[in-house]
């Protein structure tokens, strides 16, 4: 039976459809062995888990905390001679869709299915776990990275709305980002709405020279002409 563990939007695990609840330590060791692929030591299981203790009382703690695992999740996890722990070949894991995903996309960034769902998801979102901390960024920066492309081809064949959608997406995460600003008034001028790109633009414009001291870039500017001036029939 395979496992399903989803680490995007929030930790779950599933087997066989039916959600399987763990304590919260084990949860982090889950999420620890899918994301440190490999076989991990019992000390450095034992130190990402319970930061606050040391090797031995860390030791017995993950004996106990196997132990209460379920069947399921448990047979998941493979524990070589040595003793060190890794996550088994029977899950199924929503990140290494999602990379295989960003990998498909930066070779055609034409969207399928629910690459703009996933893609709007961060990796465990509030877990603040040292050992965490660095995977998360570095996903965040390949989901923007991703987003940006997809934005910009959705935009030249002409879906503005999730051009603009992917844009607000971007600018949530940085609100300075002139790439995605350029993004989202390209996509409200190729809708028509130019009074809002006119808005947009110069909220924007007040924004960069307040609080960074600088002014548009040239295709900044050019949006901004494009917005002030549309052509006839505009809005």
Do not use: K
């Not at 609840?21 to 319970?50: C, H, S």
């Not at 722990?85 to 199924?92: K, R």
């Not at 002139?178 to 993004?183: C, I, T, V």
């Amino acid at each position: 039976m395979t496992t399903t563990l989803q680490l995007l939007g929030g930790f779950e695990v599933r087997a066989g459809g039916v959600r399987v609840d763990l304590p919260a330590a084990g949860e982090r060791l889950v999420a620890l062995l899918a994301l440190r692929r490999g076989p991990q030591t019992r000390d450095v299981v034992a130190r990402a888990v319970w930061p606050a203790t040391t090797p031995s009382p860390g030791a017995r703690l993950l004996d106990t905390l196997l132990g209460r695992l379920s069947d399921q999740v448990r047979q998941g996890i493979d524990v070589d001679p040595h003793g060190s722990l890794s996550l088994g070949s029977g899950w199924d894991v929503d990140l290494d869709q999602a990379l295989d995903a960003a990998r498909r996309l930066h070779v055609d960034p034409t969207p399928v299915g629910a690459d703009l769902v996933v893609f709007r998801l961060d990796l465990l979102p509030g877990w603040f776990e040292p050992w965490l901390d660095e995977v998360q960024a570095r996903y965040r920066r390949l989901r923007m990275s991703v987003l940006r492309r997809v934005g910009r081809h959705q935009l030249d064949v002409g879906d503005v709305d999730d051009a603009a959608d992917i844009a607000l997406e971007l600018l949530a995460d940085d609100p300075c980002n002139e790439e995605a600003q350029l993004l989202l008034v390209e996509a409200l001028l190729a809708r028509g709405d130019h009074a809002l790109a006119r808005r947009t633009l110069d909220r924007f414009r007040r924004r960069l020279r307040y609080e960074l001291g600088v002014e548009p870039t040239a295709g900044m500017r050019a949006a901004i002409a494009r917005a002030e001036h549309p052509a006839r029939g505009g809005v």
